[in-house]
């Protein structure tokens, strides 16, 4: 039976799922439930799937992120207790801005992030942004005309999105998939922001994904954690014993590593910024040469003619934490 409306090949995850073609049919929508449909979808098909006694019918998008995501047991935590803890802490601090909670000395907001971006810029055209979560930096994006996909582990999270963004002109896609495993062509992005994500994903094999989807001369934006940060910067550390309590995805990296592998595989570093404590990144107090310890990073990279596979550079505990 003929698909419609999206290409399977550029979806890896599906082939996790056990499902043939026999279990994959086709119905004509009508009018309005096609318009209905996620932009950058256009069709005015349905893809049906039937798997064992689970039968579903929903868009493609929706049925492609419901098979590559089944399997991955972070989503769990993404989608529901974070998701929860994340409106509230919003919700704390008043709605009304893209900021995620306006005046805590721990998450740093846009001005941060829009004196990041007007020092460094962006190249004309398309952004990904890994870990969009409800898309609070889109209005920053916006700003400088940038086309925006927002890709995020989390269905709750891009359910979010979607009810914001889904309209707007800027936005080419919103979509359910693991940084380890973006289902996109190889250099298909002109810049890539992951702010605040990193941290939660096995590094090495996300890194390798954004070197890929970057096309050579495009811009990439990340931020992380060191993994040797001050042995009394009590916050720092009662951060880093608080996620692993709450079961919450921590990697620190190697940043050292980090920088000689981008340095190697040819690409430049543009910009980066070492905020020695806890809370200095939200107050935007940076040193901007590379002296340990420091707590977190942001690296702004422009991507070389080519890239290889990073090696492992992060590990789940920092070595401030294992010389406790
Ligand atoms: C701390 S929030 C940051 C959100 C956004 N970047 C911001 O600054 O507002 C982390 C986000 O990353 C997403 N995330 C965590 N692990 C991920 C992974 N492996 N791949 C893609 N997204 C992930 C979470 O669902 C969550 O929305």
């Given at each position: 039976m003929a698909r419609q409306g999206?290409?399977?090949?550029?979806?890896?995850?599906?082939?996790?799922?056990?499902?043939?073609?026999?279990?994959i049919g086709v119905k004509r929508l009508s009018s309005p439930e096609a318009m209905r449909m996620?932009?950058?979808?256009?069709?005015?098909f349905q893809l049906v799937v039937n798997v064992g006694d689970r039968a579903s019918s929903a868009s493609p998008q929706a049925c492609l992120e419901q098979l590559m995501t089944?399997?991955?047991?972070r989503k769990d935590y993404w989608n529901g207790q974070y998701l929860e803890y994340w409106r509230s802490r919003v919700a704390e601090a008043g709605?009304?801005?893209?900021?995620?909670?306006?005046?805590?000395?721990n998450t740093e907001g846009d001005e941060v992030y829009n004196r990041v971006f007007d020092r460094y810029g962006f190249e004309p055209g398309r952004l990904l942004e890994v870990g969009?979560?409800?898309?609070?930096m889109f209005p920053l994006y916006k700003a400088r005309n940038l086309k925006i996909t927002g890709l995020d582990i989390s269905e709750a999270m891009i359910g979010a999105a979607r009810e914001s963004w889904?309209?707007?002109?800027?936005?080419e896609g919103l979509v359910v998939s693991p940084a380890e495993e973006l289902p996109f062509p190889d250099e298909s992005f002109d810049n890539l922001a992951c702010l605040a994500v990193l941290d939660a994903t096995r590094q090495d094999e996300a890194l390798t994904e954004f070197l890929r989807v970057v096309r050579p001369g495009g811009r990439l934006y990340v931020t992380g954690k060191n993994?040797?940060?001050?042995?009394?910067?009590t916050e720092a550390l009662a951060a880093e014993i608080g996620a692993r309590k709450k079961n919450h995805p921590n990697f620190f990296t190697d940043t050292k590593e980090l920088l000689e592998v981008m340095s190697r595989q040819g690409h430049t570093l543009v910009g980066q910024h070492y905020f020695e404590r806890r809370g200095d990144f939200a107050a935007f107090h940076s040193i901007e040469t590379p002296r340990l310890p420091f707590y977190e990073y942001l690296l702004v990279f422009e991507r070389g003619e080519s890239y290889a596979r990073v090696p492992k550079i992060s590990a789940t505990h920092s070595k401030t934490f294992q010389n406790q």
């Amino acid at each position: 039976m003929a698909r419609q409306g999206f290409n399977q090949a550029s979806y890896k995850g599906c082939a996790k799922a056990a499902i043939t073609t026999a279990d994959i049919g086709v119905k004509r929508l009508s009018s309005p439930e096609a318009m209905r449909m996620q932009a950058g979808q256009p069709s005015n098909f349905q893809l049906v799937v039937n798997v064992g006694d689970r039968a579903s019918s929903a868009s493609p998008q929706a049925c492609l992120e419901q098979l590559m995501t089944q399997d991955d047991p972070r989503k769990d935590y993404w989608n529901g207790q974070y998701l929860e803890y994340w409106r509230s802490r919003v919700a704390e601090a008043g709605a009304g801005t893209s900021d995620v909670v306006a005046g805590d000395p721990n998450t740093e907001g846009d001005e941060v992030y829009n004196r990041v971006f007007d020092r460094y810029g962006f190249e004309p055209g398309r952004l990904l942004e890994v870990g969009c979560a409800w898309g609070r930096m889109f209005p920053l994006y916006k700003a400088r005309n940038l086309k925006i996909t927002g890709l995020d582990i989390s269905e709750a999270m891009i359910g979010a999105a979607r009810e914001s963004w889904e309209a707007d002109d800027s936005i080419e896609g919103l979509v359910v998939s693991p940084a380890e495993e973006l289902p996109f062509p190889d250099e298909s992005f002109d810049n890539l922001a992951c702010l605040a994500v990193l941290d939660a994903t096995r590094q090495d094999e996300a890194l390798t994904e954004f070197l890929r989807v970057v096309r050579p001369g495009g811009r990439l934006y990340v931020t992380g954690k060191n993994d040797l940060y001050h042995a009394d910067d009590t916050e720092a550390l009662a951060a880093e014993i608080g996620a692993r309590k709450k079961n919450h995805p921590n990697f620190f990296t190697d940043t050292k590593e980090l920088l000689e592998v981008m340095s190697r595989q040819g690409h430049t570093l543009v910009g980066q910024h070492y905020f020695e404590r806890r809370g200095d990144f939200a107050a935007f107090h940076s040193i901007e040469t590379p002296r340990l310890p420091f707590y977190e990073y942001l690296l702004v990279f422009e991507r070389g003619e080519s890239y290889a596979r990073v090696p492992k550079i992060s590990a789940t505990h920092s070595k401030t934490f294992q010389n406790q």
